[in-house]
């Protein structure tokens, strides 16, 4: 049963989080030797059309992808980019993963099953675990997603919504029409309620208004959606010779995030995963991504900063506002969707703030610290200067964020718009398919619209930015690009794209 996905395929995003350069500094954290990302094999359990391992093997191409997906039509979509681009380092397969043979699929540095574990039967999990078990190299990690209890219970009030108000429903159209409609009339009907769970179920809805399509279906309205306690997934995980790293995010592993009481009603507990299945419990967790690797590797559960500081770093911030760097005075950088940031040390700040200029080109601790002691000391901050450790201390706690993000090998793309500026083909090829999400060179997904999409395919390396301008405004003065725009606010925008896409790796 592959519900309606062969009439709903699912939205081509990269998830950075498989990565398999972020599996492999995890590792590497837990005293795991991993294989770099730019020599590894990996698979994907339910590839779809292939939105997440594509992008990968296009930077990448001395490793090996292989996908198995179920449905048929998807893979012949993500068979069709991949001859497109000429990719002799990747294919997709169509496949049960009941049916799969570990010794026909051999050995892989990373295994990555998201958004499949928890939508299968009992026995589809078995399988996925009894393959990382059979098919991970001694020092391979595998990705698992799931949802989780006790927080998915919430959720689940929503599924439970949504599959009674589209029993009558036939075909995917149908049901989502079906679904928007009951998800409208419950946000009228929850307009003034106070309680914490109507709350809940309204930010809910809220996000569910805006997802993609293939989100709401998959998960809401798939025939089947398991949750499970963290101690449960990992008493499977046992069984199969497999134990537990950690969290791709990182920062849900200390219980210094939790209120402090909360921290004292769990400080008796010693054993650290009874400690973090609690930890579930205070928070109603929802959702994990979690790393397991072979049961017979020896991990160092006390991760070693000295390993972190070897690290290559990236961020996809920018300030706002002014920065301090003579006081502790927090400073506000933004995510991409406007999410806000503080950040008080003025270390930290300025080596945000060079992080944010330089992106995508990644320093290492070094020059990250020498250029941010520069810049605080040149500001008058001489005695924070000095103050590495509380640098460590600080970045370390914005990558258990994913607010940075650390490398084991260099990028070293700097953001520069040439006078012909030319974009990957990966990237014209994404825009010309109609992809929402562009992958950027850390396998970040950057939203496009349709004036960004038609931009990306012009840039082929032979217009400048003038005639591409010129071009632009015509387009939508014709009305072929239907936005609105003089030609000076067509001309800002086409300047602000390609600086867009030259900070994400996106130009060549």
């Keep these: 049963m592959v519900d309606f996905y062969d009439e709903l395929t699912y939205e081509t995003n990269p998830f950075p989080e498989t990565h398999p350069g972020n599996l492999a500094a995890l590792g590497r954290l837990f005293g795991v030797q991993t294989p770099l990302a730019q020599q590894c094999r990996v698979l994907e359990l339910g590839s779809a059309t292939g939105g997440n391992i594509i ?26 980019v991949i001859e497109a681009l000429g990719l002799g380092n990747i294919r997709l397969d169509v496949g049960d993963i009941l049916e799969l043979d570990p010794a026909q699929l051999g050995q892989f540095d990373y295994i990555i099953a998201h958004g499949v574990y928890s939508w299968v039967p009992t026995v589809v999990r078995e399988k996925i675990l009894a393959l990382a078990r059979d098919c991970l190299t001694p020092n391979g990690i595998a990705y698992i997603s799931y949802n989780v ?8 009030s929503v599924r439970d919504l949504l599959l009674y108000a589209t029993r009558d429903a036939q075909g995917a159209d149908a049901k989502y029409h079906a679904a928007i409609a009951a998800l409208q009339r419950l946000q009228h009907a929850l307009q003034d309620a106070q309680a914490d769970s109507h709350r809940y179920v309204q930010k809910e809805i809220g996000y569910l208004l805006k997802a993609h399509p293939s989100y709401l279906l998959h998960e809401y309205l798939a025939g089947e959606n398991n949750a499970f306690l963290f101690s449960e997934f990992l008493a499977d995980s046992g069984r199969h010779g497999l134990q537990y790293l950690c969290e791709t995010d990182l920062h849900t ?17 010693d054993d650290p995963l009874q400690h973090e299945q609690w930890m579930d419990f205070v928070r109603m967790r929802t959702f994990r991504q979690s790393l397991l690797c072979r049961a017979d ?3 160092e559960r006390d991760i070693d900063v000295d390993v972190f500081t070897t ?28 999410t806000e940031l503080n950040v008080a040390h003025p270390l930290s700040k300025a080596a945000l703030l060079y992080l944010q200029e330089v992106h995508p080109y990644t320093p290492d601790f070094a020059e990250l610290l020498t250029n941010a002691a520069q810049r605080v000391q040149a500001a008058g901050g001489k005695s924070f200067a000095s103050e590495r450790g509380e640098l460590v201390s600080e970045l370390f706690s914005l990558y258990s964020y994913r607010a940075v993000l650390g490398h084991l090998q260099p990028c070293l793309m700097h953001p520069s718009v040439s006078e012909r500026p030319k974009a990957s083909d990966l990237a014209r090829l994404q825009a010309a398919q109609g992809w929402e999400s562009i992958a950027s060179v850390h396998h970040l997904g950057l939203s496009v619209d349709a004036f960004a999409s038609h931009l990306l395919q012009q840039l082929d390396g032979t217009q400048t930015v003038s005639e591409l301008t010129t071009k632009l405004s015509a387009a939508v003065a014709s009305g072929a690009l239907n936005v609105a725009g003089s030609r000076k606010e067509v001309r800002d925008n086409v300047q602000h794209l390609l600086t867009v896409f030259a900070r994400h790796g996106v130009l060549v």
Excluded: C, K
């Design 297 to 299: 590797l020896p991990l």
């Design 311 to 338: 690290f290559y770093f990236s961020a996809n911030l920018r300030l706002q506002g002014e920065a301090s760097f003579t006081s502790t005075t927090p400073a506000t950088f933004l995510y991409p969707d406007n």
């Design 149 to 156: 209890l006790p927080g998915w219970r919430m959720r689940g």
């Design 55 to 80: 992008p990968m093997a296009w930077r990448l191409p001395h490793s090996e992808f292989v996908g198995v997906e179920l449905s048929a039509p998807q893979v012949a979509i993500g068979q069709a």
């Design 253 to 269: 592993l200390f219980d210094t995030t939790l209120t402090p009481p909360a921290q004292a009603a769990l400080g008796d507990i």
